[in-house]
């Protein structure tokens, strides 16, 4: 007989019974909030599309490079798993063969987030009953296809089922938002909004460059092929989302550098990279020096700037030749912040204008750099665990080092990154969890009221978020 | 009504239930033990003149960094809070004004150790028995005024009630040292010492270096215009400050770095800067150099060195301009040691006369570099959680991570770090009550026994500060 | 009367009262397991002459420098301790002086693995039934000479007593490897085994690599004057290490690097060896390349490939000179991973004949750097917490940052490090208790069912080193 899956109440809770006691108070006061998903990597077609989810394969794991990088490093061909090939050349197409390799190495995601998830999304979203393994997969599958063939599990639908009150798509400065401007003729506009990420058109040295600017003139109508057009096209696709209820940039940087370019340097690599002669290392200082002028920019238009640096993507040249990016093989770097935000934060640290949200996977940072850069520019808002650091050890880590020094008013409250879209309550469930049990901690040895305590963890979970990107003042 | 602010007696003890009893059973040990604080910035004058202190906004708000940065991260303007303006223009001169804002954003310290210091001060000292806020701000301005204007709070009274045994100053290497003959002429020589603090004197290329140097030269009648009078300059600072009861120097640097240049090298160097035309970069050789000089000084004179690499100092200049320094906006870098201590550590490090306490920002280096220095190296001591570390959490990482290389005898037990006289003992009470906690932990993971962890407990917060500072053999 | 010593049943185990039980459950399905041990550092030698100990000083005190740096650390001369001085000046020879400096500093060891090692020890294998003391010295002292004088004492009889089922040597590349063809002709050659370690050759700027590359030229029979019979060399020692039952290489380098030269520079760079004019940097540039070259070499002969980098060898030059190698002056550093690895990791990362195993005694790379790539190449495995790490907060703090990206069946299971042979079962037995306490919070936190952390635990103590050095599949 298969295992039964159940999801336990008091999940990623405390273990000693009173600090749970405590956290299940705390908790139940914030299990119920809407979803605040202001960092999302979720389609803006498959909302506007609002067609049916394929199958269990192309829902659950095909996407999701957590899920698939921990197949490929025991040892399972990308192919079996049906990541498609860059050269076109044939991978495994059955959705359910996919789905069995999954179960039966079900295992390998003990105590990962992605188990918590899992378990989560199969239990509450499609209500399995029962722990994948290669003897359940096939009932599993059935079930999950079943259904995502109702009415009720489209992805519009979603949005109400998961209390989603606001999503922010990721979308290019190339993007003509026309998913966007579908939804917001749907009476969506307000609850699915755009944010902005140029990073494909200020890294010149990137081989789709050219590509990506030529699609920047046609949807801006600027003439890209000075530094001063590409600056009025970037301002112009800027000023497009915020018309289409944008309220936030993000920028994945290899280094949090922000150092500026005088006007004639930064004209003079513009006008290399479109002679296709720049150099790496002025491609970079030209990416830097961006993020000190899109800093500029969002204290004109108001929109939030996210940074979150500090990955060397595409680790393996051939796997990336092979599979593309964002196929799990992103690693992290040592990443320093205190020196590298200062010419940006010199310049606008102070401007009531600006807000800046800090995103990591470098860990190290949190108490040494990120919460007394947060702690004292009022611009300054530090995010939440991002990535591999979402999860209940390292959600923990973070409260644990960051609010000491930050507080918690410095923080951005819970903001997930995800790119599985049926994940989204599974994420924001297990960070109140984990709130609710640190501040537990804090209530059991008398370092805050339990009042306080689910004040805070309200603010963590709701209001921190709406305030950080601005829906609150 | 205002809630009642109290103090738990189980504060900041662990939360299960037999660990807490067997912390109890240890800090009751040391609860009553007195303090030692050889790392402190209270200024000589306040004891030498024991003026009552002023008012509770000008007591409590305007001289802590860490209260005010707080405040100013969240949008509220420096000059609201009284802080004194470069260019003299004004601020907020009414010390309740200052009182209310700071009483009514008291939820930006939640978890925070300013919340807990405070509270501690609130209760113990100032018998405040009502949580701050707007509401309550008047109540509590009230009772703090009329309690330091009796006799018992004038600062030397603080002496008796905070059982202080034995308090440093900082004090720069041109400070003639007169507060501290003062206190000698009343008998508290032995117990309020001096330690010399040479940053502003050997940091060639600081704004402020010529004037220092000048007043360095008055006050030790050597001709600093050579390298060699400098030395011989700074030389007799510090047997001044040894005659005058010092027991140690304090170095705050960039780096860590201790490179020794040699004469000819350092020579030019200085001439340069009295040239005025030191580069950034020889400025810091010389820097890394004094270190290793210093070091050889200790070696003659026996003070005890204590560095303290790895802030980037005043981040902001537009603020540190309108606020000047110590504003809150010293942000931390990371910090390298084992390479840099290396060259002084290679000429002193086995050095019988030598004494060496490491204090750091960045937690990374805990297990990694110091932790073993302190464990090989028998004149270094690793200090106490410093700056933003001083903290619950602060200090309980710093002991999962070094006791286990450096045992607890190669720590320097507990050093505070106070600007805030008022905080001393909230300070001191912290730090035994989360160590108890911590060797509770290995009491009942059978890790130690009971009898041995008392008398860790009684070693960390009395004997071992006297012993690394050399007050005990 | 002298304190009692006994092992309590649950000591290293959780606080917490269920979990501890949880913790008990599981560890108890471990404890009896065989040792496998792949990565220590006990002479081949000893086992082969099959000698007994000579003294308690001399097997528990003198080779561990884990146990004499602490007392160096504290003032104790290092002749006092019989460390052995290169200049042949006298040192301690008397053991039961050694032993008593030790005993009588028993304190300083308090929370350090070396006291959980050294009780076990104490107790398990020696009957001792006092706590260490000036006063016990004596006594305890007699009674371990007494047992190690017992035939079964001796080294081999210890392999049944500790049930080590798989032990490996580390032998240097110019080992003849005859105490292992001695143990092979007394059917223990599937049993002990010899694990290559080229760093004496593969640095080429050492004092002694003269002397290292000649011996490896008479055991190898090959021209070593030339790059390419360097090579050759190495390639035949590899092969005649395999042919001992050899399973493994390793690698204890200062970086990670792993760049690539070409073969006409890494000649050019040799022939500078051979001529006695390489400079350093060519010689750092070389030892990367050689990573390079060892993992090609692994592909070829299936040996395993173990990387140990970030220390800095004999901090102190004066006390390397008088006391020579391995005597507590080896420092970590900071290490970067990702982009060093990255040359190797492109050419062999998904080669399904390499398997690369990941040591570091820097723990921010765990959550940034080891597990994210562990996460993703097939070959990479990461190594159990190492050196100053192999402890029981080190062991704690690397499950909680490694395992929610790596997943567990990326780690390599529990790999010791061992010099003192007599350590083995108290690490082994440590590490099973930290992981059983580790798991049973997951259980208790409904992350993991009881049934699947009891499996992970077996895992991870008996079959995962075994499928990490493959010697299962």
Same mark, same amino acid.
């Given at each position: 007989?298969?295992?039964?899956? *159940?999801?336990?109440?008091?999940?990623?809770?405390?273990?000693?019974?009173?600090?749970?006691?405590? %956290?299940?108070?705390?908790?139940?006061?914030?299990?119920?909030?809407?979803?605040?998903?202001?960092?999302?990597?979720?389609?803006?077609?498959?909302?506007?599309?609002?067609?049916?989810?394929?199958?269990?394969?192309?829902?659950?794991?095909?996407?999701?490079?957590?899920?698939?990088?921990?197949?490929?490093?025991?040892?399972?061909? !990308?192919?079996?798993?049906? =990541?498609?090939? *860059?050269?076109?050349?044939?991978?495994?197409?059955?959705?359910? @063969?996919?789905?069995?390799?999954?179960?039966?190495?079900?295992?390998?995601? $003990?105590?990962?987030?992605?188990?918590?998830?899992?378990?989560?999304?199969?239990?509450?979203?499609?209500?399995?009953?029962?722990?994948?393994?290669?003897?359940?997969?096939?009932?599993?599958?059935?079930?999950?296809?079943?259904?995502?063939?109702?009415?009720?599990? $489209?992805?519009?639908?979603?949005?109400?089922?998961?209390?989603?009150?606001?999503?922010?798509?990721?979308?290019? @400065?190339?993007?003509?938002?026309?998913?966007?401007?579908?939804?917001?003729?749907?009476?969506?506009?307000?609850?699915?909004?755009?944010?902005?990420?140029?990073?494909?058109?200020?890294?010149?040295?990137?081989? $789709?460059?050219?590509?990506?600017?030529?699609?920047?003139?046609?949807?801006?109508?600027?003439?890209?092929?000075?530094?001063?057009?590409?600056?009025?096209?970037?301002?112009?696709?800027?000023?497009?989302?915020?018309?289409?209820?944008?309220? %936030?940039?993000?920028?994945?940087?290899?280094?949090?550098?922000?150092?500026?370019?005088?006007?004639?340097?930064?004209?003079?690599?513009?006008?290399? #990279?479109?002679?296709?002669?720049?150099?790496?290392?002025?491609?970079? %200082?030209?990416? %830097?020096?961006?993020?000190?002028?899109?800093?500029?920019?969002?204290?004109?238009?108001?929109?939030?700037?996210?940074?979150?640096?500090?990955?060397?993507?595409?680790?393996?040249?051939?796997?990336?030749? #092979?599979?593309? !990016?964002?196929?799990?093989?992103?690693?992290?770097?040592?990443?320093?912040?205190?020196?590298?935000?200062?010419?940006?934060?010199?310049?606008?640290?102070?401007?009531?204008?600006?807000?800046?949200?800090?995103?990591?996977?470098?860990?190290?940072? +949190?108490?040494?750099? =990120?919460?007394?850069?947060?702690?004292?520019? !009022?611009?300054? $808002?530090?995010?939440?665990?991002?990535?591999?650091?979402?999860?209940?050890?390292?959600?923990?880590?973070?409260?644990?080092?960051?609010?000491?020094?930050?507080?918690? +008013?410095?923080?951005?409250?819970?903001?997930?990154? *995800?790119?599985?879209?049926?994940?989204?309550?599974?994420?924001?469930?297990?960070?109140?969890?984990?709130?609710?049990?640190?501040?537990?901690?804090?209530?059991?040895?008398?370092?805050?009221?339990?009042?306080?305590?689910?004040?805070?963890?309200?603010?963590?979970?709701?209001?921190?978020?709406?305030?950080?990107?601005?829906?609150?003042?």
């Amino acid at each position: 007989m298969a295992a039964a899956l *159940t999801l336990h109440p008091d999940r990623a809770l405390p273990v000693d019974q009173r600090q749970r006691a405590a %956290a299940r108070e705390i908790y139940q006061q914030t299990a119920a909030l809407p979803l605040i998903s202001m960092h999302g990597h979720v389609d803006a077609a498959i909302l506007a599309e609002n067609t049916p989810f394929a199958d269990p394969a192309r829902l659950l794991v095909i996407p999701d490079h957590y899920v698939t990088r921990m197949l490929v490093s025991q040892g399972v061909r !990308p192919e079996a798993l049906g =990541l498609p090939r *860059t050269d076109g050349r044939p991978v495994e197409t059955d959705p359910r @063969a996919i789905w069995r390799t999954f179960c039966a190495n079900w295992r390998l995601y $003990r105590a990962t987030p992605s188990q918590y998830w899992l378990e989560h999304e199969l239990v509450e979203v499609f209500g399995v009953e029962v722990v994948p393994s290669a003897q359940t997969a096939d009932l599993i599958y059935d079930q999950i296809a079943a259904r995502i063939a109702e009415p009720g599990f $489209r992805p519009r639908s979603l949005l109400d089922r998961f209390h989603l009150e606001l999503i922010s798509t990721t979308d290019p @400065a190339t993007s003509d938002l026309r998913h966007h401007a579908h939804l917001a003729g749907q009476g969506l506009g307000e609850r699915i909004v755009p944010t902005f990420r140029p990073d494909a058109v200020v890294h010149l040295d990137r081989p $789709r460059w050219r590509t990506e600017i030529e699609a920047l003139a046609k949807v801006s109508g600027e003439d890209v092929t000075t530094y001063h057009g590409y600056l009025a096209a970037l301002r112009g696709r800027r000023l497009a989302f915020v018309a289409a209820g944008g309220l %936030a940039t993000d920028h994945g940087h290899y280094s949090a550098d922000t150092t500026p370019l005088s006007d004639a340097v930064a004209g003079r690599i513009y006008q290399d #990279a479109v002679a296709g002669t720049v150099s790496p290392a002025d491609a970079q %200082a030209f990416a %830097a020096h961006m993020l000190h002028v899109m800093a500029g920019m969002s204290c004109e238009d108001g929109l939030v700037m996210q940074i979150h640096p500090g990955v060397l993507r595409d680790h393996h040249d051939g796997f990336f030749a #092979a599979y593309g !990016p964002d196929s799990g093989f992103d690693i992290p770097v040592a990443t320093e912040f205190t020196r590298s935000l200062r010419p940006m934060l010199q310049a606008y640290g102070h401007d009531p204008r600006f807000r800046l949200i800090l995103f990591t996977v470098d860990e190290t940072v +949190y108490s040494r750099e =990120l919460a007394p850069l947060a702690g004292a520019y !009022p611009s300054v $808002r530090l995010g939440a665990p991002w990535w591999f650091l979402d999860s209940p050890e390292g959600m923990r880590r973070f409260r644990e080092a960051a609010v000491e020094t930050a507080g918690f +008013y410095n923080t951005s409250g819970f903001v997930d990154d *995800t790119r599985a879209f049926a994940s989204i309550p599974a994420r924001h469930d297990l960070a109140r969890r984990v709130d609710a049990g640190f501040l537990a901690r804090l209530v059991l040895e008398h370092r805050l009221g339990l009042d306080e305590a689910v004040e805070t963890a309200v603010d963590l979970a709701y209001h921190l978020p709406k305030l950080a990107y601005r829906r609150l003042d």
